[in-house]
């Protein structure tokens, strides 16, 4: 079965310090795979795409990674504040037909200053 | 410019009843979609509107349905409402339907259902 795997334990860092969140992924032949930032009690915000055929995007302090062998993204915030703090949310749309965003869990990251 | 707007904020209501939520999509966003998000879970796909057809549609039972209207925006209706179904609904618009590979999803805050 389709699966997308997010770190459900949250991640502390310190704030200045580079934060990286994993999403893995398996049966799935994506066509693009998105991050979306989620506060509490508000809707996620869109973040970045990344394509199956690029390796990388930056915007800002921001950089998304796309290993299709591995089945993996990366997402790294440099340079990390505290008000970086909320959950992320990777998102794959799977290529062949249906392009509708499937969500997984997210992982809540905490920055202390 | 205003965002995806969403009403009711919150809701409450009993098992066996039904409930309308509404969506308001950005202005030029002819595409609307429905989420539910359990709390520690991933919005999970319910329905997606493009032109006021419908584009796609998720592992919910019949008891769910919903529509799109001339101008855009949506409603999601839930008949016979379980415990199970209290959750946040989210709606999202965006440009393009399902097969708009460059279109982001924007999302409205949501409506806020618990069901006792």
């Known amino acids: 079965s389709q699966k997308i795997e997010q770190n459900s334990e949250a991640l502390n860092i310190q704030e200045g310090k580079t934060a990286t969140l994993t999403c893995n992924y398996t049966?799935?032949?994506?066509?693009?795979l998105q991050w979306y930032r989620q506060d509490p009690g508000r809707g996620p915000v869109f973040l970045l795409l990344?394509?199956?055929?690029?390796k990388e995007k930056r915007k800002e302090r921001l950089k998304v990674t796309f290993d299709t062998t591995l089945k993996q993204s990366l997402f790294h915030i440099t340079a990390s504040q505290p008000a970086d703090s909320a959950t992320y949310l990777c998102a794959l749309a799977q290529s062949g037909g249906s392009y509708i965003p499937t969500f997984g869990r997210g992982t809540s990251l905490i920055v202390h200053p | 410019d205003a965002g995806v707007t969403q009403s009711p904020t919150h809701l409450i209501k009993t098992r066996g009843q039904q409930v309308t939520l509404r969506c308001s999509p950005i202005?030029?966003?002819?595409?609307v979609s429905w989420y539910q998000q359990v709390l520690g879970q991933g919005p999970q796909f319910i329905f997606q509107y493009y032109e006021k057809e419908e584009r796609g549609r998720g592992n919910f039972p019949d008891r769910f349905s919903a529509r799109q209207f001339p101008n855009y925006s949506s409603e999601l209706n839930v008949n016979a409402l379980l415990l199970g179904d209290s959750a946040l609904y989210l709606c999202?618009?965006?440009?393009?339907?399902?097969?708009?590979?460059?279109?982001?999803?924007?999302f409205g805050n949501g409506t806020r259902l618990t069901v006792t």
């Open positions: 049966n799935y032949s994506p066509a693009y």
């Open positions: 999202a618009s965006s440009l393009e339907g399902v097969r708009g590979r460059n279109s982001p999803l924007h």
């Open positions: 202005s030029g966003h002819k595409s």
């Open positions: 990344i394509r199956e055929n690029e």
